[in-house]
């Protein structure tokens, strides 16, 4: 309960034989710095002094872990419990939706209590919605090819240890690999000033728009590459689909004809033709790279 109880300094309680810790803030839970710094995050400590403690903690643990989902009939006696508690419901004057919205609550409130699952989890998956509340916009980055990419440059005889997902296109009998590592190391001058993480945040590849094209084709990105006649995909490695759209794997584009918020890859870029970095210069605060792939080294 807040506010704790103050200690100026850990010491043993002569009238229990607790041990209170020491404390200085009644308004937060102990921390332990060490802990914190080791787990990467804020941790509340609780001193286990006796066995009976120490044998609670495992047990709840335990069975928090090991807790399985209920069975199918389970579920099904817990809804006909809430139909037959209330018939009256049911059979009322009250417009059906509003008896819809009535009897999933109680039917809700009753499962999330067998399955010692909280209320708004159960409602976010019964409303489609996505599975965490958040402002922030997660854009995934597979870091280890641009790691790869890099090393390279140093060791360039050196085994590479990740393997690099790449798309396989073949046009006018050549095979070409389309990866969104190209995608950075040949943007425009104008981005050369941008560091990858900012690059993450604010940059994708889309196909350069026609004046002819419809509205609904003039945001196809790089992951909805389509193939010409002379175009076929034998291989997708990557993550993303590639559809049917036709590219071109070589020249350039003129500059003067992109949109405002398109910069033209440099000549060596595979797509340098067909498609170009799509800028967001807005606020991206609340864009945040989700680094996938391994687990990220530590500095030491």
Known sequence: MFPHPIHDQTKVDPETGALLMKKGEPWINTITPAVTYIMCCNTDITSLSSETSIKAVIMYVTDYITKQGLKTHVIFEAIKAIFSKNTELITGSLPSKEKGHCIITKIVNLVSSKMELGSPMIYLYLLWN????????????????????????????????????VALAKKNG??????????YIYRSSK???????????????????????????????????????????????????????????????????????M???????????????????????????????ATLPRCD
């Open 174 to 183: 050549k095979i070409v690999s389309l990866s969104p590592v190209s995608d």
């Open 130 to 165: 996505s599975d965490h509340y958040t402002n922030h916009i997660f854009q995934p980055f597979y870091w280890q090819s641009y790691v790869t990419e890099a090393r390279h440059v140093w060791h360039p005889d050196e085994e590479n240890p990740f393997s690099d997902k």
């Open 191 to 261: 981005l050369e000033h941008m560091s990858l993480y900012e690059w993450i945040q604010r940059c994708q590849c889309k196909k350069i728009p026609k004046k002819k094209v419809s509205k609904e084709r003039e945001n196809i990105e790089h992951d909805d590459l389509s193939a010409d006649p002379d175009v076929s995909i034998i291989s997708n490695a990557s993550d993303n689909i590639l559809e049917n759209e036709s590219f071109k794997t070589t020249g350039a584009p003129n500059i003067s004809s992109l949109p405002k918020n």
């Open 263 to 293: 910069c033209a890859f440099t000549e060596e870029h595979l797509l340098a033709a067909s498609h170009a970095s799509y800028v967001n210069f807005k606020n991206v605060e609340n864009v945040v790279p989700n680094f996938i792939g």
